[in-house]
């Protein structure tokens, strides 16, 4: 069986847009819903940009919240390195924006509007009631990536490039 050589750039690059095209989806969606009871509303959902934008200043109340969100620059670093054909360096990362992904399960509050509305001065930790379809493209779009740079670099081995 004859190699192409280009068969594991265009792996790359498909697992590269793929992820990067599942990350923005991920961003237009509901990724989060917090308790709003004290506001009128039963549920107060985040989007997936807000999460983006206010994710570091969740680091007053948690540390743990900027951690979880340098997934984000993680990820972006991961599709540069594996376009790059930094195998090693984008599979430590690719599984470490997984695992940072996967563990905002275990965050119970995030920063949101307090009672007062969206007055920087009024925001609260907000309990989270339950994760959307924005959260879970989010971890699909670093999941893509770990299995991708993993799959390439077991190809890569299998073919000696």
């Excluded at 995030?110 to 969206?118: A, F, K, S, T």
Aim: proline share 4%.
């Amino acid at each position: 069986m004859r190699h192409n050589p280009g068969s594991l750039t265009n792996l790359r690059s498909a697992v590269v847009l793929t992820s990067a095209i599942t990350f923005a989806a991920s961003l237009t969606q509901i990724a989060l819903v917090v308790d709003g009871s004290d506001r009128g509303v039963e549920q107060l959902p985040f989007y997936g940009f807000e999460l983006l934008i206010l994710g570091p200043w969740s680091v007053l109340d948690n540390g743990l919240n900027l951690l979880i969100w340098l997934a984000n620059p993680i990820i972006a670093t991961t599709w540069i390195l594996y376009l790059r054909d930094a195998r090693f360096a984008a599979l430590i990362s690719a599984v470490t924006a997984l695992g940072l992904t996967l563990s905002f399960l275990w965050v119970k509050c995030i920063l949101g509007p307090g009672p007062e509305g969206v007055n920087v001065a009024d925001f609260e930790m907000r309990p989270i009631i339950s994760y959307g379809i924005g959260y879970w493209l989010w971890v699909t779009s670093s999941a893509v990536l770990a299995a991708g740079v993993t799959a390439g670099n077991v190809a890569s081995g299998i073919t000696g490039e």
